[in-house]
């Protein structure tokens, strides 16, 4: 198993752009083979500040994720929305 978390900030005035994005992102990639959860979540009080739980079934699942035409594109139109210009990936271990 393969489990992660990814964490942006919106910049102001593009929440809602970002929203969009990985909500149709969101589509994709629990269609993708070996992907057994993708849960989008918006800080509660903090509008525009994301967090995204992943999980697939192995590393290689993942790689293939990392991998995907989709999955460039989604972070091409993300990057200006966002603080940093890219998430924050945080890998866990099941315990």
Do not use: C, W
């Amino acid at each position: 198993m393969h489990v992660l978390y990814a964490e942006f900030t919106a910049h102001v005035g593009s929440a809602e752009v970002v929203r969009g994005l990985i909500l149709d992102y969101a589509d994709i990639v629990r269609r993708e083979p070996g992907n057994t959860s993708f849960e989008v979540y918006e800080k509660s009080g903090f509008p525009g500040q994301f967090f995204v739980f992943e999980r697939y079934v192995d590393d290689e699942a993942f790689v293939k994720h990392l991998d995907s035409p989709a999955g460039a594109a989604f972070n091409a139109a993300l990057a200006p929305h966002i603080v940093g210009g890219g998430s924050v990936l945080t890998t866990l271990q099941e315990l």
